[in-house]
């Protein structure tokens, strides 16, 4: 051994066998020449099975992480409290993003192999840095003198890699993710992307996880400036939406509202992995993992509440941080982990259940309820479509209002809202075969308004089996 910290009285160690069981020992010698010699002894020791150069063992580095500091969410949150009481062992997370650095030395040990839909790999890189933010915000190590805390400790990183390197992916990469994950075990799903376009390829791998018993969890948006579109796949049914909330505890101003908002965390100056290295972002993709976090936490402490139950009981746990009551810019308020996780040990003690609730109103029935069969080339045909949840109107509807004319290969949205009868209409000049649909919250696309698309009355012929295609993005939720 020539390295600098050993010096001629080295340390060396014997293996002997005694009584059948191995027994070492340690042995010093004053120089090279009586080493030698000793190992020489130990070599025709008939006992000896082995002679070593002896190595140090010692702890893992454990302390305070020196980052914890700025982890002001987690303080927000009641972390420590939390941690006090219950981690998240057991609990596997999927991370369906930008993938994740499992190299990183604050993911050690943390994330589980995965895959990768762009470009074909295990899901363990992150060229972006965006999942592995994500992921840190859920798992990082606690404790281990490093960096930060995740509010999670213990539970894996399952990461599923949509988004390129540019933050962007396609609608059918984030459907296939989410089967992915669920069909490897992920109980709590973690969506810290969007998108302004309804997809039915999400829908249907949404509906899947849920029926699978994970807990699926999506950022809202970071939209409100600019326009505020209804966002997916936050707004599907059974999809917990978060908000973001800045250290007042009211929403920021970036963070984008709608009846799909179900809970909301904080999400500004979120301080996490990123790249190797620490990053402080701000967005609904920092929010929806404290919410993931919490979810974990949660199923953890009580393994035998289904996803329904766990939803139940992060809205029902929730401080009340706007209006009073639910309300569109934080849904029913800021996430509460340390009551949610007291309340979950509580049921797993023998408690009652709170009762099943949807996170968010969905509406029984979109219907046409008027659209003309026939109409002259030229013409405006209008259609009227009525939205209603448990039978009654849904006033006040955020919808986008979808329409497909042959021979355009594309079909082109706008938003609209339900009026007080929760009626919306849309008129059309009509220059070929028209489908009309009105898409809400995740429901199943309606369409077309007509039995048959609308045919001109005179004049041209159109070819009846044109089609049209999606084609659609997602994109990461964070903002500088």
């Known amino acids: 051994d020539r390295s600098p910290s050993r010096g001629l009285g080295d340390v060396y160690k014997r293996q002997r066998e005694q009584n059948g069981r191995p027994v070492a020992t340690d042995s010093t010698a004053p120089n090279r020449a009586q080493a030698t010699a000793a190992v020489a002894r130990a070599l025709s020791d008939p006992t000896v099975l082995a002679i070593s150069l002896a190595e140090e063992v010692h702890a893992e580095a454990t302390g305070p992480d020196p980052l914890r500091g700025q982890q002001w969410a987690l303080d927000r949150l009641q972390a420590d409290q939390v941690w006090a009481l219950q981690n998240a062992t057991g609990v596997t997370v999927a991370v369906v993003d930008s993938g994740v650095d499992a190299g990183h030395p604050d993911l050690a040990g943390v994330v589980l192999p995965g895959t990768d839909l762009v470009t074909a790999g295990n899901g363990q890189s992150d060229p972006y840095g965006h999942g592995t933010h994500v992921a840190g915000v859920i798992a990082a190590v606690r404790g281990n003198a490093l960096g930060i805390a995740g509010l999670a400790p213990g539970a894996r990183i399952l990461p599923v890699r949509v988004l390129d390197a540019a933050g962007n992916g396609s609608d059918a990469d984030l459907a296939n993710g989410i089967v992915w994950a669920v069909d490897h075990g992920a109980r709590v799903i973690n969506l810290s992307v969007g998108s302004p376009d309804y997809s039915p390829a999400e829908a249907a791998a949404v509906a899947y996880a849920v029926q699978k018993g994970a807990v699926v969890i999506a950022s809202a948006g970071n939209e409100r400036a600019k326009g505020n579109p209804v966002m997916y796949p936050a707004a599907f049914p059974s999809v917990i939406g978060v908000a973001a909330t800045g250290t007042d505890n009211r929403t920021l101003s970036f963070s984008s509202s709608g009846s799909y908002v179900d809970l909301a965390a904080p999400g500004t100056g979120i301080v996490s992995t990123y790249r190797r290295g620490y990053s402080a972002l701000a967005g609904t993709s920092a929010s929806a993992p404290l919410v993931s976090a919490t979810a974990a936490l949660v199923r953890a402490a009580a393994p035998g509440l289904n996803n329904t139950q766990v939803a139940s009981l992060l809205t029902s746990t929730a401080q009340d941080v706007e209006t009073t009551g639910r309300d569109n810019l934080s849904g029913s308020g800021l996430v509460r982990p340390l009551v949610a996780v007291t309340q979950a040990k509580a049921i797993a003690r023998g408690a009652a259940v709170p009762p099943a609730t949807p996170t968010k109103p969905t509406p029984a029935v979109i219907a046409v309820t008027s659209a003309p069969a026939r109409a002259g080339y030229a013409s405006t045909v209008t259609a009227t479509f009525r939205i209603a949840a448990g039978g009654a109107p849904l006033a006040s509807a955020r919808v986008s209002i979808c329409q ?77």
């Not at 355009?408 to 489908?435: D, F, I, P, Q």
């Not at 199943?444 to 005179?458: D, E, L, V, W």
Request: aromatic share 6%; hydrophobic share 45%; charged share 10%.
């Open 404 to 480: 497909a004319m042959a021979p355009a290969t594309k079909a082109t949205c706008v938003a609209a809202t339900s009026n007080a009868s929760g009626l919306v209409t849309r008129s059309v000049v009509l220059t070929g075969h028209l489908s009309l649909w009105v898409q809400y919250a995740g429901t199943t696309r309606i369409g077309p308004a007509m039995s048959a698309p609308t045919r001109p009355a005179c004049c041209r012929t159109w070819n009846t089996a044109a089609r049209w295609s999606l084609k659609r993005l997602v994109h990461s939720d964070m903002v500088a």
